[in-house]
């Protein structure tokens, strides 16, 4: 029901604007990350995009050896809310890494990440990564909708059914309590669903700011939800006002939800012309969709005048409104989105394109509503009533898609955070050689993870889908660290993916995934190590001997392996650390080794010491390559790390 004016406005905005919430995103660290020390710092300081909720945010710092060496937890530095500090005792030479999850005090949203630095060497083997922000949950994504869905009708009602009428009229308050209900229980759901991703109790989510924005959403909303009770009692001169009051309540909900928002966290003389930016589109929405339905409800039965009337005022105020969506949205766009390139790259910006796709749809229905269905009116209404249903279909979806979009970080936040894309793959079978798993881990080092798995028939190389997928994690050199799980979910395009900080320390990691298909479940175990930078590795082949590897280590020292007999059955596997003189470096702790061929179970190798800086490790290996993965720590608490390739 728009004019070509509106309806351009529309479609102009339909392809950039959407609202965003908020993301904790680290925008940069002190010390930063990569940064090579001469001395223990005091502490880490960390600066993110939104502030942070600091009691359900958990940063720490770890030695080599996967030891917290943190003081205490994460503190908010006093004059910067959007800064943790974390306090550090003295520390030593080598390399730390510092893992955080935070959640942002502003929406409830969950981000995490992991970077390094190093105190008098280079720290290469933590590299700096950034958490990929993790889609939304489907229980917050239904909040959303319910939220939306019940506060745009009950404002489109109280505007139709109060002002656009000649008359007051209440076609049925089961209708209003029904929109109450929806949006009542989307702000519960959303609580539900922000403590989850928290990983905290509800009673503990109350306590914090998120809990507090709560009721400052519930508290417009039980207004509107007594006026709706005292419609029912009032006369019809007095039900305008309780209908007004509905209308007045559920637009202080929709500025309550923007104020506990992102336009909301922002600061300086923008931040209240940004909410009454985001405000204003909420609204429109509100007027246009809600409105809709609420005209739908009301012209029940056969046309009259009255009726014609009713649809032509509500025809040019939702022309009003969309003006009003159309104007906001853009607005709100360079904000969020800020380029072309991120509309068409970023899963936010993709996820606008699917709503406009459905947007454009709605506008022209109006459009035929508009120049049809109105003119029309006073004769029938059923064109009315048929394409308007069809549109509010369409609306919930796209709220739907509004409430997904809340969940996913705008490029304007993505894309000012540290980030390092980097992938690491392990690809093996089960012990029947009936199934492949492809695993994928990003960003591949201590902390938060996304990890994608592809499985596949062995022999046709296809697709193979399970009734459920679960990734088992253990570190073989330290027994003393409980076996973790992860949970995958299926996606659109037939991976299992899914996203924890189940890989907490640097170096070689078992992962096994277990395939439940009906009744059979099958294990493929995997090994997966941290991301290690590029190493210089010489081999030295002498005729009758075994190839001597020659691996390159920082500070010029080295590590010389080599597999006795180095054919296919049992081997010894010799392990000699040298230091920058020549002479063997003293390693007061065992190796950590791996062992992986291609599509062969990974072996954790158990070592015996054979001199100071000399172990021996036996190893039963099969034909074909073989990667020999070492982790030491050294006496001063460094972190070596080394890798070969052996064929055998």
Known sequence: MFSRGTTLALVTVLVIASPAGAHALLREATPASGAVLQKSPAAVTMTFTEEPEPTLSVVHVLDNAGRVVDRGGAQVVPENPRQLRVPLGPLLNGVYTVTWRTVSRVDGHVTGGAFGFGIGVSPGTVPAAQG??????????????????????????????????????????????????????G?????????????????????????????????????????????????????????????????????????????????????????????????????????????????????????????????????????????????????????????????FGQVVLVKAAFLLVLASLGAVNRYRSVPAATKTLRGLRRIGGTELGLAAVVLAVAGLLTGLAPPSLTGGAASAVSVVTATANDYATTIRVHLEVTPGVPGVNRFVAQITD?????????????????????????????????????????????????????????????????????AVTTRTPPQAVRILQTPGQPALYNIDLPGRRLLDAYLDPGKPGLNELHLTFINAAGGELPVPRFPQILAAGTGKVPLSLSARRFGPGHFIADARLTKGDWRIDVVVTTGSGETLRAHFTAHL
């Open 132 to 185: 990929r922000p993790p889609w939304p949950s489907p229980l917050y994504v239904i909040s959303r909708w319910g939220w939306y869905l019940g506060l745009s009708g009950l404002l489109g009602a109280a505007w139709v059914w109060a002002l656009a009428a000649h008359e007051p009229v209440m076609p049925s308050a089961g209708y209003l309590w029904m929109l109450w209900a929806f949006a009542a229980a």
């Open 187 to 347: 702000l519960v759901v959303l609580g539900l669903a922000q403590a989850a991703d928290a990983g905290v109790g509800i009673g503990r989510l109350l306590g914090t700011p998120l809990g507090l924005a709560l009721a400052w959403r519930a508290l417009p909303l039980s207004i509107a939800g007594i006026a709706i009770g005292a419609t029912q009692r009032l006369s019809i001169r007095s039900r305008r006002r309780a209908l007004l009051i509905v209308g007045i309540g559920a637009a202080g909900a929709m500025l309550a939800h923007v104020l506990a928002g992102h336009p909301g966290a922002g600061a300086g003389p923008w931040r209240w012309p940004n909410i009454m930016d985001q405000w204003l589109h909420f609204a429109g929405i509100g007027i246009w969709v809600g409105g809709l339905a609420a005209l739908l409800v009301a012209v029940r039965g056969r046309p009259d005048g009255d009726k014609a009337i009713l649809v032509r005022r509500f025809s040019t105020g939702a022309g009003v409104a969309l003006v009003v969506v159309a104007a906001t949205g853009v607005l709100r766009a360079v904000d969020e989105v800020g380029s072309w390139g991120a509309l068409l790259t970023s899963d």
């Open 458 to 526: 062995y022999d046709t190389r296809r697709p193979i889908a399970a009734e459920r997928v679960t990734l088992r994690f253990m570190a073989p050199a330290r027994p003393d660290i409980g076996a973790s799980t992860l949970e995958l979910r299926r996606a659109a395009d037939g991976t299992y993916q899914g996203q924890g900080v189940n890989i907490s320390l640097d170096g070689p990691w078992l992962v096994t995934a277990v395939i439940e298909r009906q009744r059979t479940a099958v294990e493929v175990p995997l």
